[in-house]
């Protein structure tokens, strides 16, 4: 298993940051993350990739905003559960989604710009 210093200082800033963050999943062996139905080329193979839950929206809320601000190339908010996924993995462009109870998608930097709650 891998873990990537640069990625666990972002997480362990996110994790200081809130008393209310729980950590779900972090860096995953091959084998582990082929189990549990992860993808192929999955950034928790790497040790770049965490999976947070959050005790409320507005902590959730945040959590996004400071996983962006500390450059995170991935961040996903899961409204149904208050999940956030974070990542470093190498991309071109960033990647930020919202998806709601329904699993539709929205961006993250729209969502983070409004303001309407969850």
């Known amino acids: 298993?891998?873990?990537?210093?640069?990625?666990?200082?972002?997480?362990?800033?996110?994790?200081?940051?809130?008393?209310?963050?729980?950590?779900?999943?972090?860096p995953r062996s091959v084998l582990h993350n082929?189990?549990?139905?992860?993808?192929r080329r999955s950034a928790?193979?790497?040790?770049?990739?965490?999976?947070l839950i959050f005790d409320t929206?507005?902590?959730?809320?945040?959590?996004?905003?400071?996983?962006?601000?500390?450059?995170?190339?991935g961040v996903e908010v899961d409204l149904g559960n208050y999940h956030l996924h974070i990542d470093t993995k190498e991309r071109n462009v960033a990647w930020h989604v919202v998806r709601n109870k329904n699993d539709a998608e929205t961006s993250l930097l729209?969502?983070?710009?409004?303001?309407s709650s969850i």
């Open 1 to 26: 298993m891998k873990f990537d210093l640069i990625f666990l200082d972002k997480l362990q800033a996110i994790l200081a940051a809130f008393d209310s963050a729980s950590l779900e999943s972090g």
């Open 34 to 39: 082929k189990a549990i139905g992860g993808k």
């Open 44 to 51: 928790h193979i790497s040790g770049q990739a965490a999976d």
């Open 57 to 73: 929206p507005a902590a959730l809320r945040l959590g996004a905003q400071l996983a962006i601000n500390l450059g995170c190339t």
């Open 110 to 115: 729209d969502w983070l710009a409004s303001s």
